[in-house]
């Protein structure tokens, strides 16, 4: 093995295990390849992926792990966007006045000393601390309102594409410097490990390896190009904003180790682009089609949420129906400007054999004559009409 083979070899493995890492839970993206346009797709993956090429950009995604009203919150989700939903937790609940202590320990989100939901990064620290401090003690119309605005900015499709536009602006010269840089480094391993030498003329080869150092300069100096328009991209777009945490360190550790470098709008977008809500991402970046369907979604499990296995007393019943009231009248007034209407997304589905007679209006799951009551999930039919 020589030692060109190597290093091309730890080059490149390089490059693909910082794109795709393990983990523990499923990864909700929204990934563009391209990353010419506000536009990218819906990518559910066992494992966090980066992005393949420098002109990746992806959002991060979760759902809301739990939901609040006035009186308090709990770690059973409303309005989850995609199918199957997330397993549910053993149910807590908490009055706000109650919250006496809060950590984020672990990827969790710690309330008195008690694991309550995981930290999905909706909320920072500080965030939830601020929000605990105004709902506790303040009357009740002050809490509605404080939580209705906190609802709203966690459903902004405008404020984010206008975000992703921003970064995309920001990162287009450096993507161009790491994509030429690629693209460099991709020939030179195809021609050096396939032994193209030997099939090209022998002038075009020998001229070929006389430029080497030359080739090799030029990709040295793309890359630092690159990574010096990072540092400018960062000012840009962190100038009314504190720097995130570590993201010195990753550009640091991209000029270090350049096949990092060529995930540097990858990199900028991850602190740019926070965790978002999936419905949120959908409204922004889907495809018309896949958006349809999601929002579709995010209204039957509104509409039709699966049943809540707790007393009928039990505060997590009014937390969930508050939540699930004012999620519905914050996406209604957005839904037109997305094309898109409610009545026509609910709509029972089209006959799908000529044997099906009911509908499930959660899943939208079609039954044949003798159709059961309740689907699998507990959801009571409803008749096909004629
Ligand atoms: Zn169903």
Redesign the pocket.
């Known amino acids: 093995m020589t030692a060109e083979w190597t290093l091309l070899a730890t080059f490149w493995a390089l490059y693909l295990l910082d794109n795709a890492q393990p983990s523990r839970s499923r990864q909700i993206q929204w990934l563009s390849h391209l990353g010419r346009s506000t536009r990218a797709r819906l990518k559910t993956l066992p494992w966090r992926l980066t992005g393949l090429f420098p002109s990746t950009w992806r959002l991060r995604t979760a759902e809301l792990p739990f939901s609040f009203s006035p009186e308090g919150l709990c770690n059973y989700p409303v309005g989850q966007t995609l199918r199957p939903a997330d397993p549910r937790p053993a149910l807590q609940a908490y009055r706000w006045a109650d919250i006496q202590s809060l950590e984020l320990r672990d990827g969790w989100i710690v309330f008195n000393q008690q694991k309550f939901c995981p930290d999905t990064g909706h909320l920072t620290y500080d965030q939830w601390r601020t929000l605990i401090n105004a709902l506790t003690g303040a009357p009740l119309a002050t809490r509605e309102k404080i939580l209705r605005t906190q609802l709203a900015t966690l459903v902004r499709p405008a404020n984010l594409r206008r975000r992703t536009r921003l970064l995309l602006a920001r990162t287009d010269a450096l993507t161009t410097f790491a994509t030429t840089t690629t693209l460099l480094a991709f020939l030179g391993t195809v021609y050096h490990l396939a032994g193209l030498s030997a099939y090209v003329p022998k002038p075009f080869a020998a001229h070929l390896a006389d430029r080497l150092p030359v080739l090799v300069l030029l990709v040295v100096v793309f890359h630092f190009t690159a990574y010096t328009l990072a540092l400018f991209a960062r000012k840009k777009l962190f100038r009314h904003a504190p720097r995130p945490k570590g993201l010195g360190t990753k550009l640091a550790s991209a000029l270090l180790l350049p096949p990092q470098a060529l995930k540097l709008r990858s990199l900028l977008g991850d602190a740019y682009l926070p965790p978002t809500l999936p419905l949120t991402a959908a409204l922004a970046c889907s495809p018309p089609a896949e958006r349809a369907v999601l929002v579709r979604q995010t209204l039957t499990d509104l509409d ?1 949420p699966l049943a809540l296995s707790a007393p009928p007393a039990h505060p997590a019943h009014a937390i969930t129906a508050w939540h699930r009231e004012n999620l519905r009248s914050t996406l209604t007034p957005l839904l037109p400007r997305y094309s898109l209407d409610a009545a026509q997304l609910l709509a029972p589905p089209t006959r799908d054999t000529p044997q099906s007679c009911a509908y ?6 079609q039954f044949s004559h003798p159709a059961p009551t309740h ?5 009571a ?1 409803k008749k096909l009409p004629d």
């Open positions: 039709h499930c209006p959660r899943c939208h799951d689907c699998p999930h507990g959801i039919l």
